[in-house]
């Protein structure tokens, strides 16, 4: 069955340092993507960065980059120069499979920046 | 680009009313959106998966008689909760994806937090 396990309930991470959240996949289907959005306390779900199964490079997009590693089934999520604005909720979801759309999500990471 | 609106963002109502919730897709034309249930401090749940112009399909465990899903248009779906109970609150958002080529990347909407008293 297709999982997502995200294993730090809680994060504390100091402005301006980089940090990793953790993130492993569970599946048998070759094809599938990978998302990372973030939660802010307001509620909504912001996308931020994509990899998708086949994709040679891991993603990134300004100070998020996805650490893929396709033989151990992760996709840890990395945010460089943190932030104040960057504490929020963090959650990986996974699209298995063509042509379905569905997402699983995981549990969610909550990060804390540091002043 | 992919801005999703949901409307409202806040609604109180009392037990045994029906309330509606919109979700719209302001820029671009949603073939598939969905509907998620989220409680305090946990993660989205799939509630069901609306396409254009047919019936929604519903997760296990959810009951389509009392989450009622309407996709009338390629930017409107709607979800209406059918004789509210206080069990029923909770934060609901929807999401559309933008389909094509690529990532099948979901947008979301700002959600719809729901008290039943």
């Known amino acids: 069955a297709q999982k997502i396990t995200q294993t730090q309930p809680g994060m504390f991470v100091q402005e301006k340092e980089a940090v990793t959240l953790d993130c492993t996949y569970d599946?048998?289907?070759?094809?599938?993507?990978l998302f990372w959005y973030k939660q802010p306390s307001s509620g909504e779900m912001i996308f931020l960065i994509y990899q998708g199964s086949y994709d040679q490079q891991n993603a990134t997009e300004g100070r998020y980059s996805l650490n893929f590693q396709k033989a151990r089934k992760s996709a840890n999520l990395v945010i460089s120069a943190s932030q104040l604005g960057d504490s929020a909720m963090y959650f990986c979801a996974m699209r298995e499979g063509r042509g379905t759309y569905k997402y699983i999500f995981g549990t969610g990471t909550r990060l804390k920046v540091l002043a | 680009g992919a801005v999703v609106s949901q409307h409202p963002s806040r609604v109180i109502c009392k037990s045994g009313t029906s309330v509606k919730i919109e979700c719209r897709s302001l820029?671009?034309?949603?073939?598939?959106m969905f509907w998620y249930r989220q409680f305090p401090k946990q993660s989205l749940m799939l509630m069901a998966t609306?396409?254009?112009?047919?019936?929604?399909?519903?997760e296990q465990g959810v009951e389509k008689d009392k989450f009622l899903i309407n996709h009338a248009s390629l930017t409107l779906s709607t979800l209406t909760v059918t004789s509210a109970h206080p069990e029923d609150s909770s934060f609901y958002i929807c999401?559309?994806?933008?389909?094509?080529?690529?990532?099948?990347?979901?947008?979301f909407g700002p959600g719809t937090r729901l008290t039943v008293l």
């Open positions: 820029d671009f034309q949603a073939t598939t």
């Open positions: 599946t048998s289907d070759p094809s599938y993507g």
């Open positions: 609306s396409n254009e112009g047919s019936k929604a399909t519903y």
């Open positions: 999401s559309a994806r933008t389909g094509g080529r690529g990532t099948d990347t979901q947008y």
